[in-house]
Structure formats: structure tokens, C-alpha cells
């Protein structure tokens, strides 16, 4: 039953929707893709050599581990990976890990299947799980625990009511994306062995969950994070894929990448009036102040401006043109002192000995580079 209504689960209506785990979706939508020549992951700007990767990784069954610094776009290449799954999914109506009719794992679903006449079902969309890498994650905020309460309510211990699950079985027939896998508590790291490799999970205490998930794992690190030693455990790393995610290849990427994400392109629902010689300037901006070999002043920046400070300087400039009534902006809208670029870049970067005079400069530099190169290249 679904929403009250009969259906044949078996007719191709229904069918896309079930009896299939995500990593078969994926498979089944990039084996397509493979024969039409298109880019299934539109969504991400360039990264052409990180989509071959992520593909063939996904197509081998991989959990991939995607190693980047800051902003580059790791959890925006989870999400493309997401979307290739249906946009909805047809589960058991009120299973807390969105059970499967076909096949149900969880012991209610399992008991309902099989003592019940009618079974409703729901709609549920994709599913997209961020399990935060939080270094006081507990054994029952990752797999799941008892519910205290249900056992108040005289559930008997072993009912499958009493079972809560947590954030990485919430993923079953979706996406669980590990953000920041390192900064899991390393007993916690352990658990993921099994998870990731045989999709079951025995806790601490030497309990089986009893069921298996069919969950597409992926997860991220930030190597600018890590104090010495890789905070991943060797035996997790050994399960996983590692496919580094790199800094826009391209000025022209870069501007994609601002452009698009841009606040005003939410707001207004159109793309911003932005001249060509300012995107190139904003875009050279951040470009300059993540290029070690260009210029000597640049060495003395430590953290390196990420997609966002490109995105949020794009934003700053509208914005100020915007205030002075104007729809385009002009050359004064960086500001007097360039207040708007420094908006978007003073916690963006770290500078040596974090001096934020030293720091006003070197954006003003940037700034002066940038202009000086775009207006270069127009006048040749
Ligand atoms: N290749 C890209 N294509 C499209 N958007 C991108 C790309 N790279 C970065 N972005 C944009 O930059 C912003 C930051 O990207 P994202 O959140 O994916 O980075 P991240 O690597 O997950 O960062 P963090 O390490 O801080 O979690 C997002 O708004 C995202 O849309
Ligand atoms: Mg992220
Ligand atoms: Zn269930």
C-alpha cells in the first residue's frame, strides 16, 4: 500500500525504485554515461581527472576517501555522487533506516513482511547522510543504541522498537559521507572497519547489529589538518580509495566556480551582471594568493584561500555595486582601501606571525597584481 493505494511493486512504474542497492544505481547510471560521452557529475566545475578517478573507484565498490585541503569541493563532489541515485526511493513507511520492501533488513520491516497482509510504504528522497568526523562521537550517536524510553513504555529489550539507529546505518540505501574521517575517535575508526567492508557493525561492546546496509560510504580529510601523522587509521585507509581533491585548474574554472554559487544567484535567480575584466581580477585574486612560485610576497601566506573566498568576494562586489544603485560593478566598489576585498580575504588567509597589518598588504598586493595582469591582457 501506498498512500492508501494498491500497487504492483513489480510494474515499471515501481520498479526503478527498490530491490537495488546504491552502489548498483551508480554503476548502472555510470555505465551509461560511459557509452553517451556525458559528464555525470555537472554539478562540479573541471576535476576532470578526480571524476575518472571517483568513477572507476565507484565501479570497483569502494568506499573513496577524498583528501583536499579547505573548500576545494569535497562535499560538493559527495553530493554529485548522490545524484546519480533516484530522487526518491520507495521504503517500508516508518522504518528508521528506510527499509527496502523487497528486501527488508530490519527486524520490524522483516516481521511486518511476513505477518502482515498489506504493508505501507512511503516515499523517501535521496539520501544524503553527513556523519561529522566529531572526536566525542559515541558507539550510539555512529551505529545506534537502546531507547531508554521504549523500554519505560515495556518494550522488551530485544524489540526491534527499542533499537535507535544511528548516523552511519540513517545512510542505509544512500549516501553516508564521513566528513572528516580522522577526527573520529579511533575506537570509533574501528567500527568502520567492518562497516565498510562487510556493511554489518559489532560494537565496543561485542554486539552485532543485526543487520547488514547497503550504504555507499565516502569520506573526506583535510591534510592541512593533520599535526605530523595522518589521524586515519592505516587498517581504514587499507579500505578505501584516496583521490585528491585539488585547487581549480583553471582561471577560467575558478570564475565558474565563483560565479555560480554566488549568493545573488540564489536571491535573484539570475546570473550576476559581473564584467569580464572584474571576474578575471577577483578570480587572479585568489588565484595569485595560492601561487607559491609567482610572486615572492605570496610565500609568507600559511593557509591558502579556498573556493569560498572566491564566491564570497564575487558576492562583496555585487553587493557593493548593488548599494550604490548600480547593477554593474565598477573598479571603485573594491573599496577605498580595498575594504571589500579584505571583507572576503582577511580570515580567509593566515599570514606569518599573523600580523594583520602584514596581511592588509599582502592583499593589497593581490590586489594590484590581478588588476595589472587583467588589464594587460586586454590592452594586447
Ligand atoms: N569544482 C567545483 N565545482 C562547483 N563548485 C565548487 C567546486 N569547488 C568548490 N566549489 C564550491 O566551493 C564551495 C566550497 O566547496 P565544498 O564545500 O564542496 O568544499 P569542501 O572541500 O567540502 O570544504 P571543507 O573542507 O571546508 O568541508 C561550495 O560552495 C562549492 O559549491
Ligand atoms: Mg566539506
Ligand atoms: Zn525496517
Partial sequence: MLYGEEVDL?????????????????????????????DIFPGVV????????VKNALLSGSPILLKGRRGYGKTTLSKAIAELLPKKILAVKGCKI???????????????????????????PRIWVRIPGDPMMTTRQLVGGISIQKIREG???????????????????????????????????TLLHELFEEHQVTTLEGDIVPFKVSTLELASTNPANYRGTNPIKEPLLDRMEEIEIGPPETLEEEIEIGMRNMFYRKWRDEGPPIPRWHREIVARIVRYARDKERFE????????PS???????FDHLQSKALRSGRRVPLLSDYGENLEIVKLALMGRIEVEFNLSERKGEIVERLFEEAKKQTCRQIYN
Fill in 98 to 124: 528506510y527499509d527496502d520492501p523487497t528486501r527488508p533488513v530490519c527486524f520490524s520491516c522483516k516481521r511486518k513482511l511476513l505477518e502482515e497482509n498489506t504493508v505501507e510504504l512511503a516515499w523517501v
Fill in 297 to 304: 610576497f605570496t610565500r609568507r601566506i600559511e593557509s591558502e
Fill in 155 to 189: 518494550y522488551d529489550l530485544d524489540h526491534p522498537e527499542v533499537f535507535i539507529p544511528g548516523r552511519a546505518l540513517k545512510a542505509n540505501r544512500g549516501v553516508g559521507y564521513f566528513d572528516e574521517l580522522g577526527a573520529l575517535p579511533s575506537a570509533m575508526q
Fill in 307 to 313: 573556493c569560498r573566498a572566491t564566491i564570497k568576494l
Fill in 46 to 53: 573541471g576535476k576532470y581527472r578526480e571524476k575518472e578517478l
Fill in 10 to 38: 513489480w510494474s515499471s512504474e515501481y520498479l526503478p525504485y527498490h530491490s537495488k542497492t546504491p552502489t548498483e544505481y551508480v554503476i548502472e547510471k555510470i555505465l551509461e554515461s560511459e557509452k553517451a560521452e556525458v
